[in-house]
């Protein structure tokens, strides 16, 4: 076998047990798509924990996990490789999915309808029962390591109709469907990655209820989990909690003068 | 004979004799443009076995067979071939049509109308009565093996109108139409591939007749065969048949919260 | 001379006299083009003859034919030639334009409309009498060998304002109208091609007659004479004539469900 | 100096006089300007005699003629040049424009409102009283040979608003506005370049005028009088002047089928 | 570690303490989200001195800072890296953000929005508490250095809604609003910067919020305190203040000719 | 220091005095700009000096002046530089603007709005007090050299909204509108140019009024000066006036049978 092909799995291995707060039956489904090797959908907004959910995952099952950020511009290329030139020859340099497929990783492809229609459509043969990748360049099949295992994400909410999933695409994937976590869990999440006050949080969570309740009226996504934390960590180091607001939630959600004047108002009822 | 051009077309055969249940007189129409060497378009929609019928006409001639995914963005080269550099040399390599064109395979263009013009235009010599590739960039004419066989495919239901074939390549090729298996042959397909009981797989097959009677009505397209085994896959794991159901069907196939809504009460009254 | 200019003619070479039935005069206009340097233009709806009459042309002249399938992506480059690495060295290779202006070829441009500008610009000084190819990136002027013929033609029926030919590209070739043969001669060539009966042949060449006559009200195009082959070919075969239609001819040229059905009720007649 | 510099201009002399018949001042102009060095623009619908008239141009002044025939896809690289790796290392090859510049050719850009913008642009220090090509890839300032002179031609009849020229590309040329030559002259032209009877070739020439009055009404051009010689050239040959006209004339201008029996009924009454 | 890795830190640091006047606590915030490793976002104006902060925190922090001008042709190769070719053999490269992640420096995206979806995607797993680039052309995950910062500026002012930033980018940052600073420390910056006159510099003040006044009214942007500077420099030069208030501010703002107008009447009313 | 970066600085200088007529205090505010780093927009109509002022201001100076014209092709690597390969290495050839940043040349990018978003970006830390070249590609931060000077042009006339500068461009340069010359001066240098009588060169001016009048009315633009110079250049060689005229003005600024009969009548009326 080509030394190219070796990767360190070492680095792509998660060590550390995520903290990840299950919603609903999420770990199971994923477990038994895992073992019927049925590739695997997680819809949901921005934030909202499907990343963390993946490293948890591949933690809990003890598989490295190769993650790639899809976008306009990702070729097949770069999903599957390359031959590059050395010393006056040609090598071949796999993708991060060619290695995910040789090496029985899972590799999570994050919000998959940014992706070309090639990227989408070079899956296909890995999502039905005959499990190859034809890596056309090199003129060979490969078939993927038992333990390969294909999830992808996005977010239904901001999608166009241009960039919908083809349906010979879809029908290949169980979804699983994401959302915030309840308000109770999601302020214990602030909690653990802040440690601010327990109180403090829930007060961040309802202004995030606050700014969900306003998406489609000025607001295209509320805000994330991410963004308390962020917040929460601010008014830790000793900021005031009406200020660090204003920069971690409100102007960072929107730009519209009028919108942010009434998130400053909702801050301002909140702390 | 150049290296390069001889393929181990073992991983290319079909070895083991695929599940398929015939629908119509398909397999002999098939076997009667084998043999008058007509090439053969299949049409139908996602999921409802053409690619399995592939495998099964492969198998059954003993003839490899070399699947392309079409997509946006392949090219005439991608499916010819195209120089390399190697050891300071530039060396030919074959692309899978080539292959096929030389060793005699079965070549099947999965959902041709995806690719660009100059991928359908290519395959015009081979598709009448001179059987030719022609090679531009080896300034060589190509004769078809004559084992060699061409098939396409495509689903009319949901091309627009700029992804039409052009007529002069349609011209070129008799057509199978295919749509999902009748309701007996669907759920012994269901039950043979997941073990579910046949009960079950004819509720599920009952399911999925209702998301078909939603296209044009919120749906793109209802759900397929494969959705149909996933969905089984999970209840035979112990998953509760409703909740499956919701994952490996209502949530795959739409993300419209109000035909998630219709299609979730479906699944309430069928399970 | 360099030795990638010398190809090896015989395989452009029609060595069997091809089967062609002659409409009008367009034999007796070609030969006097031919003799006079002036390019033709061939104008007519697809599979109604036009490259057998080509291979018949190139057959009788005894000159070899070297055709090219225009498309969308079709350059300059793919047409004239480009540069190849070739051990540390760039080596130039001529494309098919230029190989057949070298050899005294006769050169077919198959849908040229479908052609980008720049390949049918680049044939603008072949056309009038400088009768040379700028090879801009040789730095040489390649006049035409005495033999060198060009030829193009494409579909009037399907195209559009946009893919239209430059009047100044027009205006350098006269133009031959073709299409669909005579009744009489279209049984005979189906006959001939298929060894079907000859009342057969003469049902299959009324069903198309009903299909064209469609053309413009749901129909793109109505079933070519190589359709009407292929269905043949079937009937030979022991098909049943209605069935073998409607994969050959009905299900061949079109997805829309009612215009299907017309064509099945039409076959239904006529079978 | 460099060899890849060194162009054999012998192929780009006009060796003998061009048949060319004055319409009016033209040669005057054109040779005063070439005296002040000032660019010269060519005006005029297709095939009414601007390549002849640059053709003679280059004869009388015994000066080579580098012709470019412009297209949408001609980048500055096309024109000005660009490396080649010969041996493992870059050369540099001359594109036609700089080979004209270094050489004292007569530069002709033909249809230059086909070229793209950087085409256009690249022009211009050699059209005002600087008169260098910056070779941007060599960091070199090209002066122009006192003998190089640049014209260009365009058809202002079917130019769309998005094609025109640049003013700042305009206003570095003075201009000279061609038409069909005078009915007497073109007769003149097509019966020396066709030997068919003067008698024949006044008919011929009326027709012309018959499908010129026709543009704007079915037609985006009437007949140039190349068109004229190519029909002229098949009636000498022997074929019915009406027939002649039918290929060469009607079905060569016009796809629309009312147009054509617009021109049939024109061709009848002049034959 | 691969030679090409090691950067001259040294070019990167800002040696001399720029002069910054801060207008509001923007300095605590920047200062706690370093300490937090949250991701900034600086929102505002042209020319009001986002830049300039930018210098100031990386001075009195001591970490070098990587500015890169974004723009809609700035691939992920820019930023991350490519392959060159030196000695025969392929050389990796690291682009200025891989050079950041490396070596702790901060990285400085000025005009994100201006850039491409790939660039803005890349960003990602750098600005959660994964805090790693995917190097996929390396095939390596590279953690950022514990002194990597990030952040990034645009002007919301003049962004059209397709280049808004995505939510799922713009919930990885908290933000800081910039505004021109207040009427006496604009002043007091002008003075600094060219020496005028106090008094000269609040008329330029003066002059510029009549300008910012005007924003929506035919100015798209009003004048930037940049532009005071130059003006006041050129006054300081001797020139007459209303002819460097029309060159420098009036004509650099806009094209209008009755804004101009406008413009040089509120000159002709300060100076 | 690399042997690439080293110009041939001679070509670059102007060495003798241009003849340039200024028309009010442009001369002064460059000179300011220059001594305080200061860049400098030149703005006005096609043909009315702005070249020619940097010829002088080059030559008076005794600075180097390196011209760009912009395109929309123009990439930045054109300006900047980019890697060549030579004897199996790479060696890195610097573009115009980093010739002249490296060796204080007064660079001066013509018509800048037709450039690419990139290249007006790529000069943003050069405009202000930063004074660097970022060359990404050689990881290098080159500072300018203090004798480097950036001015670049446009014609606010004919530009689209489209086409329009970013004000994050504009607000870093001063401005200085030109126009075209009075009447006395533009007559004046038209004689000193062609060394036709005065007489006649005023009335060439007024010819030039008269269609600098129709512009918005049929005409893009008037008669340039640069027009009048070679009209004038005809005339001097014996050519009729009027006719001279035509060819040279009316012509030459239009394509429009209308606008080209009107500026005949004026024509005639002046001549």
Redesign the interface.
């Known amino acids: 076998m080509n030394k190219q092909h070796i ?1 360190n799995n070492a ?2 291995f998660i060590h550390d047990e995520p903290y990840y707060e299950p919603s609903a ?1 999420e770990v ?2 994923f477990n ?2 895992l ?2 090797n ?1 590739p695997v ?1 997680l ?1 949901g907004p ?2 909202c924990g499907k ?1 963390r959910f993946m490293e948890y995952m591949s933690w809990y099952h003890k598989r490295p996990l190769i ?10 290329s ?1 999903l599957v490789g390359r ?8 090598v071949w ?4 999915l060619t ?1 995910a497929v040789r090496n029985g990783c899972i590799c999570y492809l ?2 998959i309808v ?1 992706a ?3 990227t ?3 899956i ?2 890995l999502c ?1 029962d005959r499990r190859i990748l ?1 890596l ?2 090199l ?3 490969l078939p993927a390591s038992p333990d390969f295992c294909l999830t992808m994400s996005y ?2 909410g ?2 166009s109709a241009v960039k ?1 999933l ?3 695409t ?8 994401f959302s915030y976590p309840a308000e109770n869990i999601e302020a214990a999440i602030v909690h653990q990655e802040s440690k601010l006050s327990m109180q403090q949080c829930e007060h961040l969570v309802k202004l995030a209820h606050m700014t969900r309740n306003l998406v489609g009226n000025g607001l ?2 509320g ?2 989990t ?2 308390l934390v ?2 929460a ?2 008014i830790s ?1 000793g ?1 005031e909690a009406n ?1 660090a607001c204003k ?2 939630v409100a ?3 929107t ?1 519209d003068e009028e919108t942010k004047k009434l998130l400053h108002e909702m801050i301002d009822t909140v702390f």
Do not use: M, W
Not at 67 to 76: Q, R
């Open positions: 990767i680095e792509y039956n199971d489904i038994s798509a073992a019927e049925i959908l819809k921005t934030g990343t993650t790639v950020s899809c976008h306009d511009d990702l070729s097949t770069d031959y590059l030139i050395k010393d006056n020859s040609t340099q796999d993708g991060p290695t994050d919000e940014e070309r229609k090639d989408t459509v070079v296909h043969p039905d034809p056309e360049k003129g060979e099949l977010n239904p901001y999608q919908d083809k349906p010979s879809r029908q290949r994937f169980i979804s699983i469907d295209e996504e805000a994330s991410r963004l962020h917040t960590k601010l180091r900021f200020l920069c971690g102007n960072a959600i730009d």
